[in-house]
């Protein structure tokens, strides 16, 4: 009996010397929605037996008292795809798990069901670009122009976040220009996210990111995809482009080429007085058929010898040219004296941008992953253009001939190491090191005076940065992310003539970023970011390369420009797939388009140029909803924003609500009906006074014989993207419209060909001023 007893006692303690951990789980879909109902099976993994079963209710499964071990995680629920992982239970475990939609076929019987192409987490948002509606756009930077909050700027060569300014473009996680952007084929980009509150990893050169990445899952073999779109907007343009791409397990080759013939159309009118001056000028430039050609192509190499370890080499090119042909009416007067000018200007222009990276990835150990990178660009632009004037309708006469050249090369370098301490944190280092020399040489002859004027100005600016992030979990529901970015800026510009500089900075600045994450329950989470960023001029902005509009006023850029500094606090609540967030922010030094006076060459100049601060608040919700065949997108937004500087007459500033909204009905199998509008309020930003806006498009998708997609786009259907401003400004008062020819009936055709085995590309850009050049 006493040894019964002693048996028993040691398996007693021998039980309870053994330890015991629970699992928490989230289980959520690809929109963020929380999943009803489902199974949790917890399985030995040597023997595969069952050691834990519980059900997933509103999203949240629990498995207490579960012995120290290995385990397999399967988790199941109707119509989706099942999920597994292998784990270690050596402590008490939380995961958050997407489950992807499964596709079921059953014996005459269909289901037709819409996914969403947009998610959105944390504040930020993520497109599925080979959705029909976005994959059916035949360029990038129209793409971006459909998406919530981002505006396309009328000359359509830049894009901003509404609140937020310009953002960063990235590919890999690392930057590049608009130019680069604009030349990837729509086919070859799996996703773009829009990133509200970058970490320091980033440069620290703006507010947003818009980050792209190429397919991931390419094919084995040979795969592509033909693309035509032809396009009437108030002339005709024709878009095609071929992409495609080879691999076996450990190469991957890819390429693509574009062939665009455009013809583009443009129109602006200002009416601008100088009271002090007593001038009064009121134009209008009309652009009816700029003759456009584009060529890009891209060639890119991949090899990976293991799951983590690769090289990778990868290029890009865009020319293009456009032939023209400016016509302005120009009314003027000066004093009591009064002129009709009208003025012919032939302009021949031709851009050059290329641009090669060479990638090397290592994970060093376990923990430790190293990555460094090389990156040259080029980019170089040469006008020609012949003015000719006609004063009160005589006759037009020769004026001015002027040749302008303008070329920029960059050299980047970027080393970054990750350091993975455990699941709850990771520790990242990186440096930068880039530096870019550009040129701009401008010849005019003026004959009615006949002077001669050469200006030969050279401008070189070189950065030195390194940043340090850490990230992880302070508590079971807090995750923090925080970092420090240094960057040390030099800039010298100078013309050829003379001996002293006309710009030289050497400024050192520190960028400190906080993300503070807390986990409310299993649908809802509490961010607060703050975050100091710094945007620069585009190089080009900076160079004296002129554009003749009338006798009076010409464009200009303006190698005074300076950098801007930005601090802004944020906060964002998110339920499931729908957010509530709030932004301030305060900027010293930042930057718009207006026309000056210059006293001492007696003539207007139209430029970018700094304005002393400004400040603004935006408040806003997205409001994602699917079922069945219908998915949308909404998002409204509160936004005040003051510009202000001590030249300025207008000074008072009135909240505006911008508005979107994108449905898709999936109306039948490989079918395919959006619907979508956007609208802005009219604004008043202190110094300016703007329009408002209401935009609608309409598109309908279909995909026939599985590798034919076709789609009927409708853009801009009433014709209303014109931008009025007024301002009063350094002795100027101003009022003016810039008309964009967005309106558009587009049919687009696709092929795609090749096999389903998968394999992976990947290349990232090195420099950090590639948006720059350009």
């Known amino acids: 009996m006493r040894r019964i007893t002693l048996a028993f006692l040691l398996l007693t303690c021998s039980i309870y010397a053994q330890d015991f951990y629970s699992l ?10 929380v999943i009803s109902i489902g199974d949790v099976l917890l399985l030995e993994a040597e ?21 120290q071990g290995d385990y397999m995680l399967q988790i199941s629920a109707l119509g989706f795809e099942a999920h597994q992982e292998t784990l270690s239970l050596n402590r008490n475990r939380n995961f958050t798990i997407t489950l992807n939609e499964e596709v079921t076929e059953l014996k005459e019987v269909e289901v037709i069901a819409a996914k969403n192409p947009i998610a959105y987490k944390g504040g930020n948002l993520k497109v599925d670009v080979q959705n029909p509606y976005f994959s059916s756009i035949p360029n990038p930077l129209d793409l971006l122009s459909r998406l919530p909050n981002v505006q396309l700027s009328p000359d359509r060569e830049s894009v901003s976040i509404l609140g937020m300014g310009n953002p960063l473009l990235y590919l890999g996680n690392q930057r590049i220009s608009m130019e680069e952007f604009s030349a990837l084929p729509i086919d070859g980009i799996a996703t773009i996210e829009l990133i509200n509150n970058p970490s320091a990893k980033y440069e620290a050169e703006g507010r947003a990111v818009i980050l792209i990445a190429l397919k991931k899952e390419t094919n084995q073999g040979l795969r592509g995809s033909v693309t035509e779109t032809a396009s009437a907007r108030r002339n005709f343009n024709n878009y095609l482009g071929f992409n495609t791409s080879f691999a076996n397990e450990n190469w991957t080759v890819r390429g693509n080429l574009g062939y665009n013939q455009l013809q583009q159309w443009e129109s602006n009118s200002f009416l601008f007085e100088i009271p002090e001056r007593d001038v009064l000028v009121d ?51 000066d004093g009591n004296y009064q002129e009709f000018i009208q003025t012919q200007t032939g302009n021949d222009n031709a851009k050059d941008y290329y641009t090669a990276s060479f990638n090397f990835n290592k994970k060093l150990t376990n923990s430790w992953n190293l990555f460094t990178g090389v990156q ?59 530096q870019a020399k550009a040129d701009a040489f401008t010849e005019i002859q003026q004959f009615s005076t006949d002077n001669e004027t050469l200006i030969d100005f050279g401008y070189e600016e070189k950065l030195y940065a390194a940043y340090s992030s850490v990230s992880g979990k302070l508590t079971k529901k807090t995750d923090f992310e925080m970092g420090l970015r240094i960057e040390h ?37 509490l961010s607060f970011n703050y975050a100091k960023s710094i945007r620069r001029p585009d190089f080009s902005r900076t160079s004296s390369i002129t554009a ?83 998915t949308s997108n909404n998002t409204v ?68 014989f599985k590798n034919w997609d076709c789609t009927f786009r409708l853009n801009d ?37 090749g096999n389903n085995n998968n394999t992976n590309f990947k290349n990232r850009d090195v420099d950090s001023n590639l948006e720059r050049i350009n």
């Open 637 to 704: 937004t509160l936004n005040y924003n003051k510009l202000k500087d001590t030249g300025a007459t207008f000074s008072s500033a009135k909240p505006y609500i911008y508005a979107y909204t994108n449905h898709q009905l999936k109306i039948a199998k490989d079918t395919t009906l959006v619907l979508g509008a956007w609208a802005m309020g009219r604004r008043q930003v202190g110094i300016f006074k703007r329009n408002g806006l209401a935009v609608f498009e309409a598109s309908l998708s279909k995909t026939f």
């Open 548 to 630: 003749f509009i009338n006798p009076f006023l010409e464009g200009s850029g303006n190698v005074n420009l300076r950098p801007t500094l930005t601090n802004e606090l944020s906060i964002n609540y998110q339920k499931g797939n729908k957010t509530l967030f709030m932004t301030y922010y305060k900027s010293s030094n930042p930057t718009n388009f207006t026309i000056s006076y210059d006293p001492q060459a007696d003539t207007a100049l139209l430029s970018l140029v700094n304005l002393e601060k400004e400040n603004g608040f935006y408040a806003g919700v997205t409001l994602p909803y699917s079922k069945g065949i219908w």
């Open 376 to 434: 040259y660009s080029g980019f170089k632009q040469t006008l020609a253009t012949e003015i000719e004037n006609n004063i009160d309708n005589s006759e037009f006469i020769l004026d001015q001939t002027r040749a302008q050249e303008y070329s920029i090369n960059s050299l980047a370098f970027r080393l970054d190491v990750e350091k993975t301490f455990s699941d709850d944190l990771k520790c990242e280092l990186g440096v930068n090191i880039s």
């Open 47 to 67: 023997t595969n037996t069952l050691e834990k079963y519980t059900t997933i209710l509103e999203g949240i499964f629990v498995m207490e008292t579960v012995p």
């Open 489 to 525: 800026n030099t800039v010298d510009g100078a013309i050829a003539s003379e001996d002293s500089p006309i710009i030289f900075r050497a400024n050192t600045n520190l960028f400190p970023k906080t993300n503070v994450s807390f986990v409310l329950d299993s649908t809802q989470t």
């Open 283 to 333: 134009y209008i430039v009309l652009i009816p058929r700029n003759d456009r050609v584009q060529l890009n192509g891209g060639f890119g190499v991949y090899f990976q010898w293991n799951d983590a370890d690769y090289i990778s080499f990868n290029s890009t090119i865009r020319t293009q040219t456009d032939d023209a042909p400016f016509f302005t009416d120009t009314f003027l007067r």
């Open 717 to 753: 259907i009433t014709r209303a993207m014109n931008f009025e401003e007024r301002y009063a400004l350094n002795g100027v008062i101003a009022d003016g419209v810039y008309f964009a020819d967005v309106k558009e009936v587009a049919l687009s055709l696709k092929y795609r060909f």
């Open 24 to 33: 928490e789980g989230h289980v959520f879909d690809e929109n963020g929605d």
